[in-house]
């Protein structure tokens, strides 16, 4: 028997009791995996990231632009990630310099302050982007709602003397001009996978940028971006996106996993509107007989010359004599076009990661607790980018114009100490409670048990610890320069008909007075 199971295996046959192991095996392993009739459809092929952007980037940017244009969701995920992640003020610079003196660390302020206000100036438009026409808030809105439409973009930082007084600006690019197409194996062995050079190690090394032309822009699209490639080094390029591979060299619209579910519920919610106008009409069908009226030709005839009689709402129509009327009435949509729309568009806010009310705006049924729940969750993934793009492209950012700012004399530090001042700290957009008072009352009670410092309960507010009590103490000085008291009970007036009392002056009759007690006229109804 040895012998016939050794020829049988050199032949490629497989003993009974083996195949039975085999079987209990691939019993043991993941469903998922298994080739059955409920599964044809799945796919088992494995591609690389590149491969199935490739040949996916240029369609899915297109249908991303038109669902932000057209579908209102889509429209509004955009709104969301432009005043959660961006916010009304941006992203604050807060710089951190300062050396170690004595075993503590003391913060350089007046050279902070320098570089803060000359920051906030070179943020105005006419500094920030070389065409001179938005600011570094705006600039961050754009960003933002590029990467999350188009999955990328491309900045191209301009160092030179001549540009600004701070030698250095920035050129926003969209990623149509890095032409995903264009690949090829380099002499020197490097390659150019969609338009980025990388070397053996994948590091991007130049994007090949190709010339448009604006007359071009206008008229034809198919040409619009026709020209040679203009290689750009790499250290002069931010190129910003959320990787979700290891080896990703382009981005992908953060809309894609929603994409279908959007087109198909837009569809459906267009079929549902008109069928309900029709129905909202009560349209019909005339049937001729055979004594029908040859006279009456109704409003228009369709392609095969049946009559059409068009009737307006609110319209009493008489029958023409000899046609029966067989009232049109569809019934859609019924009870149930809510209840389903809810379950598309919930899976449509899974896809984009945000609470499916906000993306709705849809609060009928939302309480204390459930509100509450979704947006310690949606204000998690928004930190998470806020961290994102800090790390991704704010703080090169800050040390590329500190450079070139220091070099022009703009910012008037020595560059010998380029490191400690390059020290940048960026606060985020943070967010207010729908119960501001619970949040409150529990900050008081982590910092009292040590379970909170004063400075991660002012980071989340987005506020910094030094510059809070640097302005509580300026205000508590300006306070008591106007001898007035804050919080304090009010003191007890003298008695005016009291033969004691003598004429007092007013400055000594604002003292008698708390702040408090001088503010309550206009804190008690808003005027004074």
């Known amino acids: 028997m040895k012998f016939i199971d050794k020829y049988l295996a050199r032949k490629g046959f497989v003993h009974k009791n083996e195949m039975n192991e085999r079987i209990k095996k691939l019993k043991r392993s993941y469903a998922a995996a298994a080739s059955n009739r409920l599964l044809a459809d799945w796919t088992t092929m494995n591609t690389s990231a590149d491969q199935d952007i490739r040949y996916s980037l240029r369609s899915l940017r297109a249908r991303a ?71 570094f808030r705006v600039a961050q809105n754009i960003i933002i709602t590029t990467i999350a439409r188009d999955g990328e973009i491309f900045i191209h930082k301009i160092k030179n003397k001549n540009i600004n007084k701070y030698g250095f600006a920035i050129q926003l690019i969209e990623p149509d001009h890095v032409d995903e197409t264009y690949s090829a194996q380099l002499e020197n062995g490097n390659s150019i996978i969609m338009g980025v050079e990388i070397d053996k190690y994948r590091r991007p090394l130049a994007y090949y940028i190709k010339r448009s032309n604006p007359y071009r822009e206008l008229y034809s699209a198919t040409t619009m971006f026709a020209g040679d490639h203009e290689r750009i080094e790499a250290e002069s390029v931010y190129h910003l996106f959320v990787k979700e591979r290891v080896n990703q060299t382009r981005g992908v619209p953060w809309i894609a996993p929603s994409a279908i579910r959007m087109k198909m519920l837009s569809g459906f919610e267009e079929a549902s509107l008109v069928n ?13 007989k055979e004594n029908a009226n040859p006279e009456f030709t109704g409003d228009d005839v369709d392609a095969n010359n049946n009559i059409i009689q068009s009737i307006e709402p609110g319209e009493t129509f008489v029958t023409p004599f000899g046609y029966d009327f067989s009232s049109y009435d569809p019934k859609y949509p019924s009870e149930q076009h809510e209840a389903f729309a809810k379950i598309i568009l919930r899976g449509i806010a899974s896809g984009f990661g945000v609470s499916y009310n906000a993306m709705a705006n849809d609060y009928e049924s939302v309480n204390y607790s459930s509100a509450r729940s979704s947006l310690l969750y949606e204000r998690d993934q928004w930190k998470m980018l806020q961290s994102w793009l800090t790390e991704s492209f704010l703080n090169d950012l800050f040390r590329d114009w500190l450079d070139m700012s220091i070099i022009t004399g703009a910012v008037n530090l020595p560059y010998s100490k380029f490191d400690k001042f390059n020290q940048p700290y960026f606060l985020p957009r943070r967010w207010d409670w729908v119960d501001p008072e619970k949040d409150a009352n529990a900050n008081i009670l982590a910092y009292k048990n040590g379970f909170k410092t004063l400075e991660q309960i002012l980071a989340e507010r987005g506020m910094d610890l030094e510059e809070t009590l640097e302005q509580l103490r300026y205000e508590k000085e300006l306070i008591k320069k106007y001898g007035l008291t804050l919080g304090d009970e009010p003191k007890e007036k003298s008695n005016p008909k009291s033969d004691e009392s003598e004429e007092k002056s007013d400055s000594e009759i604002e003292n008698e007075y708390s702040l408090s007690e001088i503010l309550e006229p206009i804190n008690g109804n808003g005027r004074q």
């Open 65 to 135: 632009r038109d669902l932000v244009q057209n579908d209102p969701y889509a429209n509004n995920f955009m709104r969301m990630i432009q005043m959660n992640i961006v916010g009304p003020d941006g992203f604050i610079l807060r710089n951190k310099s300062g050396e170690w003196k004595d075993g503590k660390f003391v913060l350089d302020k007046n050279a902070n302050i320098l570089i803060q206000n000359a920051f906030w100036d070179w943020s105005q438009p006419q500094n920030c982007t070389i065409n001179g026409n938005m600011s």
């Open 276 to 288: 309900a106008r029709a129905a909202a009409c009560k349209t019909g069908v005339l049937t001729p």
